[in-house]
């Protein structure tokens, strides 16, 4: 019998290979902000780390070349103060001769142009980044807290059990004492699955359950936008009766605007509820969601980010990432047997996977961000949609794993804490309440660049990202480093209650407060599951 493998000497392997550098030979990549990554004829790809702020991986960055220059002298100063160097025929090298002297911490680069015999010329680039902690291994970390069937089902019964959910079955309406409502397309699929769930696991509660899905989805088709609007219809993206959302586009409020990643997954939530009540009003209520789709795809195969209500505009420069209508598509597809809605799933592919997964532009879409320039608020939710789509559809193409696996290097890179959280990131040290860096909990998921924090359902979606190329790779990496991540999870679970809290920045963390986001606790509880039987069988 053989003996097992060493996980961290495999994970220490892997860090030696660098996530898809760029390269450029002149010209440009990235052909305007709305373009769909038109080449201009000449061999480029663009860096997509130039906002980023932190590696796992060695990085390469776009400095400034020099004519006939054949030699460029790396120096690395590390937060210990110490010099490493090394030299490259290229000013774009990876850091790969250095990286695994580095010690976490800030690192201080510079890249010189020499001549032939040495004597420095200029200096043709300099970075500042934080060198982040690789994964050290399974052994370097807390056991789990409790097992994540366990976990997820504690989760499930404490929604069940909130006061502002139990509102929805007594009432049939939004709980008025909840913020976070003002997102109702956010919040009520969630809600949905959270319940046809908690349905299967507890079935003494399934009635119980399902009629307060129905409440909040019957809830959802009554406040659909009406009248004349070219989306009649459509779940509305924000609630006028708790509006408080700081975030104006320049012309008007978000009030008068849908981003259009949300209706997709409204349709997907009325779709699963159908099957679990028998009700075909859900289906008609997707299917009027879906036609929209049908009738306003963009000849790039995507559309619009944010549509205007009353004359269905386009309201941003911005095209949307089709994540959550790709599998809305699916659903129809399955549902109904008509060929539009696969055709319209492998176009809304096609356009992610040609722009995005060519410029590595993965751009982060929240209802409570502005809308953001290339690479400037990039997200691992994009990259993971991608990984599981082509675990789902593809995993019996060599080269498609393969890319699925260098966007887990990537998801890691920029959005997994191992150890320490830099001491200063972005936007988020000038915000009180998250300045104190020692009190953040880890291993974890960061969301965003515009809001570089521990979140629960990045931590577990980062999680399924891990276990789903796992589970077409048989790599124990993968699976060590999705275990790891759930067992965070568990641990953060507040023992009582079953809470899973939403941000992971304080001492104590394991509380709801202003800051706890429904939608996260629940998303989190699925993947919970997921592992679970992956794991626990």
């Not at 030299?87 to 990286?99: G, H, R």
């Not at 980010?305 to 399955?334: C, Q, W």
Request: glycine share 6%; charged share 25%.
């Amino acid at each position: 019998m053989s003996d097992p493998p060493d996980i961290r000497q495999l994970a220490l392997e892997e860090y030696k290979i660098p996530v898809r550098p760029g390269f450029v030979t002149g010209g440009t990549f990235w052909n305007g902000a709305n373009s769909a990554g038109k080449h201009d004829g000449v061999k480029s790809r663009p860096f997509w780390n130039v906002h980023a702020t932190q590696f796992m991986y060695p990085p390469s960055f776009e400095f400034t070349s020099v004519p006939c220059c054949r030699r460029f002298l790396f120096t690395a100063t590390d937060c210990r103060k110490e010099i490493h160097t090394f030299e490259a025929d290229t000013p774009m090298a990876p850091l790969t001769p250095i990286w695994a002297e580095l010690p976490e911490g800030y690192v201080e680069l510079k890249v010189e142009a020499l001549e032939e015999d040495g004597t420095p010329i200029s200096m043709v680039g300099a970075r500042t980044f934080y060198r982040s902690a690789p994964y050290a291994g399974p052994d370097a970390y807390p056991p789990k807290a409790r097992s994540y069937r366990e976990s997820a089902l504690k989760a499930f019964r404490y929604v069940y059990n909130m006061p502002l959910v139990r509102y929805w079955l007594e009432y049939g309406v939004p709980d008025p004492g909840y913020h976070l409502n003002r997102y109702p397309s956010k919040m009520i699929p969630a809600l949905i699955y959270a319940m046809i769930s908690y349905a299967s696991l507890e079935p003494e509660h399934a009635e119980n359950a399902i009629q307060l899905a129905k409440n909040a989805a019957d809830y959802l088709i009554s406040i659909s936008i009406g009248g004349d609007s070219p989306l009649k219809g459509l779940p509305p993206t924000y609630h006028t009766a708790f509006n408080d959302n700081k975030y104006d586009y320049g012309e008007g409020t978000l009030m008068k605007m849908v981003m259009m990643c949300y209706p997709a997954g409204v349709g997907s939530a009325y779709l699963a509820l159908e099957k679990v009540s028998g009700d075909v009003k859900y289906y008609e209520a997707a299917r009027i969601i879906a036609e929209y789709y049908r009738d306003t795809v963009q000849e790039n195969g995507t559309w619009n980010l944010m549509v205007d209500i009353e004359t269905g505009a386009s309201r941003s420069a911005n095209d949307l990432m089709p994540d959550s209508v790709i599998p809305f598509m699916k659903a129809m597809y399955e549902r109904t047997g008509e060929e539009i809605w696969l055709a319209l799933m492998k176009k809304a592919h096609a356009y992610r996977y040609r722009c995005r997964m060519e410029s590595y532009d993965w751009e982060g879409q929240f209802e409570d961000s502005p809308v953001s320039s290339h690479y400037s608020n990039m997200s691992h939710y994009p990259a993971d949609s991608m990984i599981y789509y082509i675990v789902e559809n593809r995993k019996d193409d060599p080269a498609a794993v393969a890319e699925a696996e260098e966007l887990m290097r990537f998801i890691e890179d920029q959005f997994v804490v191992w150890d320490h959280f830099a001491p200063r990131n972005r936007k988020d040290a000038q915000i009180g309440r998250l300045e104190d860096k020692s009190v953040w909990h880890s291993p974890a998921g960061m969301e965003q660049y515009n809001w570089y924090v521990p979140i629960d359902s990045s931590t577990s979606h980062i999680m399924g990202s891990f276990l789903r190329l796992y589970k077409v790779t048989g790599n124990p990496v993968h699976l060590a480093k999705a275990c790891t991540l759930a067992d965070s999870i568990t641990r953060m679970q507040n023992p009582e209650t079953g809470v899973i809290p939403t941000h992971w920045v304080e001492a104590d963390a394991s509380q709801t407060g202003g800051w706890f986001w429904l939608n996260c606790c629940i998303e989190t509880a699925v993947w919970m599951l997921e592992i679970a039987d992956e794991t626990e069988k």
